[in-house]
């Protein structure tokens, strides 16, 4: 057709461009009305990207079996906003953090103490989430997963240089001596992003060597008084962590300082260095350049005793449903039915967590199964990174470090923003 | 993409039209390559695979080629129900704000020396030194409470962030038109309607483009306001989708770029085809 083909760029004209528009506006508001039915709409918020669609499946799964709740998956509104709104999610599944812990100390989640499901979880875990937070009388957040991190090494590189992996601290200078010797990076670290050095080599040694939750029990009772003559303090029981992180430090990839998580997961894939200080989830990126790649894993010795050795954990997922929600019987039956063992234990198979349940079964992934007798003997910690609120920059003060400030004057900001902060709320 | 011809332009210079200015056009070179690489590496992350996409070479040409990026970005955003959402918030508040702000702008320029009219004026440019993080929370609220927590709040709102820029704009252009012209056409019998309408407001057009592209660019990109204000997922914009494909702990640059570039395509293919009115309208002020 030539003849008509020379006026198709003026197809477009502003008025069918506009009758355009209206009636894809007109169409919008149609769909916002017309959602309007009889069943019970629950909104489940669940947002970590990578397993979206498996939730995806499993809400479907859900619907089929109860036609008259309907459910709206939502991975993009913000939290807050929704709180504010007086809408917040029926059943959120996110990661504990201080973006949740801020809810559940004003009250804002409800009581699943009275749920059967609680009583399977792993008595252990409870500590660790009334750390980051409570609120009295209330089981405010059941935890769903829960990630272990350790040293990620390279079997082969290890194999290769005859050495095993070690138990203490002095032991893990000499892995690190033999590898430099032997012309190999010993850790690849990256600290061009903050977090990777927070999460990584600082909250590894201070795991490693003191009781992370009686020291940040103590600095809460202590609150203002903090300062260079309290009993507790960074200045004081951080002050050997820090030298010996700093230690550690020297024996990384001379450009780590320009070096991002990235850049990380792409060379210890490659096998350019023998050990990497991050957790689980760096598996599967690297598995995206090196579906090969044999990986182990083991918990940083620090102390000159191997029973000191401890893997640093946090809770992945957590569910909650919130005091405000109008639909607390639906959102509490879709709870039980995630809550199911087939579903729980297959979700954190396949996404490498740890079971929170009495009743899972142990971690079968190749490289996790080395750190799964810390976690059976409950010798795990919350890293200090994770415990610090916000407002304290503590990753960029593990990079600080890390990068050539004065660890006692970087300890003494710490200590300093501790008490401020304490000393205003 | 075509690269400006600029290497050949220099020994075939013709008399009379002048020499080419050599240091303008190496300036317009990096200009133009600092806008064009970055293009390329988004066009090329969009068509690699995963593995491809995070081996730290972003200038490497696809190898295999692959369309998975494209198809799981269409997929994982939805984008065709994204990029209507996004299109419906940006026309209401291209239009609203062409409106509005030329609107007021008109009545108050032509009252200048009232009292009322001035201070209306401040009043509106009062509201170029709140952002809106420091409403957001108030916002939020006062829009769930009103039934407009869904993109048609969104676009509201970015019509009303726009208006005190705007209104300062055109303020300041129509004092430019003298008031002879709005004379003669009130001595023809025209009512104040028919002068806006008929005279004023066409006469605004160059300042209407630059007033309407300031609109578009603010609200099509816009992240904060549509995550905050937007209740329904399912009616969220394109920015806001976009966000769920880095993470701290992952990144899927493929899927990223490809989602990207399908959000920036609309942007170009819009313009290629109404550049001839924009630049109409800019030679159109020109010419007085």
Redesign the interface.
């Known amino acids: 057709m030539p003849s008509t083909s020379t006026s198709a ?1 003026n197809g ?1 004209t502003r008025r069918s461009f506009l009758r355009g ?1 209206s009636l ?2 007109a ?3 149609a769909g ?1 009305c017309g959602s309007d039915t009889g069943a019970t709409q629950i909104t489940f918020h669940q ?4 397993v ?1 669609g498996y939730f995806g499946e499993l809400v479907q799964r859900f619907s089929e079996s109860r036609p008259d709740v309907r459910i ?7 939290l807050s ?2 709180f ?4 917040p999610p029926d059943l959120g599944c996110l990661n504990f953090n201080f973006e949740v812990a801020r809810f559940v100390d004003r009250g804002a989640l409800s009581d699943l103490g009275d749920m059967p499901e609680t009583d399977r979880i792993n008595p252990d875990l409870g500590p660790l989430v009334d750390l980051t937070a409570s609120y009295p009388g209330r089981t405010s957040v059941i935890p769903y997963s829960l990630m272990t991190a350790a040293v990620l090494y390279n079997r082969a590189m290890f194999d290769e240089h005859g050495i095993q992996a070690p138990t203490t601290w002095p032991e893990l200078i000499d892995v690190c001596e033999a590898l430099t010797e032997a012309g190999v990076t010993p850790i690849y670290s990256t600290f061009s992003e903050p ?1 990777t050095v927070g999460q990584g080599l600082f909250d590894y040694t201070a795991g490693g060597m003191i009781d992370v939750a009686a020291f940040f029990q103590a600095l809460e009772e202590q609150g203002s008084d903090t300062g260079p003559d309290s009993p507790v303090s960074f200045q004081k029981q951080f002050r050997e962590p820090v030298e010996r992180m700093l230690t550690l430090a020297q024996y990384s990839n001379s450009d780590a300082a320009s070096r991002g ?3 990380g ?2 060379a210890f894939a490659n096998g350019e260095a023998a050990m990497y200080l991050q957790g689980p ?2 598996l ?2 690297i598995a ?2 090196n579906a090969d790649i044999d990986v182990g894993a083991f918990p940083l010795p620090v102390t000159e005793n191997p029973a000191d050795r401890k893997v640093r954990v946090n809770i992945d997922l957590a569910l909650w449903i919130p005091e405000m929600s109008p639909n607390q019987d639906a959102a509490r039956e879709l709870f039980s039915f995630l809550m199911q063992p087939e579903i729980i234990d297959t979700y954190n198979a396949d996404n490498l967590g740890f079971g929170v349940t009495t009743d899972a079964p142990e971690v079968t992934h190749p490289t996790l199964v080395e750190v799964q007798p810390y976690y059976d003997r409950a010798e795990f910690y919350l890293g200090p990174s994770q415990l610090l609120p916000q407002s304290i920059p503590i990753h960029n003060y593990a990079q600080a470090l890390v990068t050539g400030a004065d660890p006692d004057s970087v300890l003494r900001t710490i200590d300093a923003d501790w008490a401020r902060l304490a000393f205003r709320s | 993409m075509t690269a400006p011809a600029t290497p050949h332009a220099s020994t075939t210079a013709r008399p009379g039209k002048g020499r080419v200015n050599m240091p303008v056009t190496l300036a317009l070179v990096v200009c133009a390559i600092a806008v064009l690489v970055p293009l390329y590496v988004t066009v090329s992350m969009a068509l690699k695979t ?2 491809q996409s ?3 070479n972003a200038f490497s040409l696809p190898a295999p080629f692959t369309l998975d990026g494209l198809v799981e970005a269409w997929r ?1 955003t939805n984008f065709p129900r994204g990029f ?2 996004s ?2 918030v940006t ?2 508040a291209v239009v609203g704000t062409i409106v509005l702000s030329s609107v007021a702008s008109y009545a108050i320029s032509r009252n200048w020396d009232r009292r009322f009219f001035r201070w209306s004026f401040f009043y509106l440019l009062g509201a170029m030194f709140l952002p809106f993080p420091v409403l ?2 108030s916002q ?2 006062l ?2 409470m009103a039934g407009l ?4 709040g969104v676009a509201i709102l970015h019509t009303m962030f726009q208006l005190s820029f705007s209104t300062l704009l055109y303020t300041a252009f129509l004092r430019s038109i003298p008031d002879e012209i709005e004379e003669s056409a009130r001595i023809d019998g025209a009512t104040t309607w028919q002068v806006f309408w008929r005279l004023v407001f066409p006469l605004l057009a160059p300042m209407s483009a630059t007033v309407g592209i300031f609109a578009f660019l603010a609200s099509w990109n816009d992240f904060m306001m549509p ?10 914009t394109l920015p ?2 976009q ?3 880095q ?6 640059y493929n899927i990223a770029f490809a989602s990207y570039l399908m959000a920036m395509a609309p942007a170009i293919v819009v313009y290629l ?1 109404t550049q001839r009115w924009v630049m109409a309208g800019v030679t159109q002020g020109a010419v007085k």
């Open positions: 760029p477009l528009a894809v506006g169409g919008l508001i916002a947002s970590k990207p990578e979206i709206r998956h939502d991975s993009t509104s913000n906003a929704g504010v709104r007086s809408s977090w998580y990235g850049d997961n792409l989830w760096a599967t990126e995206k350049t | 995963t593995s995070v081996d730290g994982l209507a959402v299109l419906f026309a209401i957001a929370l939020v609220k829009t769930g927590d869904n993109p048609l995550s905050l204000i937007t209740s329904d997922p399912a009616q969220q806001v989708l966000s769920i494909f993470t701290q702990f992952s990144n899927n085809f």
